[in-house]
């Protein structure tokens, strides 16, 4: 598990970062340079020492704020907007049709959907229903 915790940390440092911020350390554009080196010393180690994780308790309906859930969940790494292609392995989502997104939300959830960054995806939308998926397939339809 501390494995994960460290890749998932490691990604996100990479990948989630304004690119509106001009002055990068060296040392953060170094691990940049390395990371495809990191990520398949680490991964193996990875998937033989995760376990399944235990569902999430769903956000409560009645309190659900999809702009601040796309705000906290997603636009760390997809942008504000859905500009930005995910720590540069995703697509760009912005103006995706609410069906496609449903789709991909909804697999990433259930493990049916996705591709390198599909643990990271798994993690980020256990913790919604399916209105909240749905309600989020809209927003971001609309980006």
């Known amino acids: 598990m501390k494995y994960t915790v460290s ?7 990479l990948g989630c970062t304004s690119e ?11 691990l940049k ?3 495809p080196k990191i990520i398949k010393e680490v991964a193996p180690v990875v998937v033989a020492k995760t376990e399944p994780v235990a569902e999430a308790t769903p ?4 309190s ?5 859930a796309f705000k906290r969940k997603c636009g760390g790494c997809h942008g504000t907007s859905g500009e930005k292609a995910a720590l540069g392995k995703s697509q760009v ?8 997104t449903l789709t991909a939300l909804t697999g990433y959830k259930d493990g049916s959907y996705g591709g390198a960054m599909k643990g990271l995806m798994a993690s980020q939308v256990s913790s919604f229903s399916q209105s909240n998926i749905e309600a989020l397939a809209e927003y971001i339809s609309k980006l």
């Open 93 to 100: 989502i912005k103006g995706w049709e609410t069906s496609k």
């Open 20 to 30: 509106h911020n001009s002055t990068k350390s060296s040392s953060t554009q170094e």
């Open 33 to 35: 340079e390395k990371s």
């Open 59 to 62: 956000v409560v309906e009645a």
């Open 7 to 13: 890749l998932i940390a490691v990604l996100l440092l």
């Open 64 to 68: 659900f704020d999809v702009a601040g």
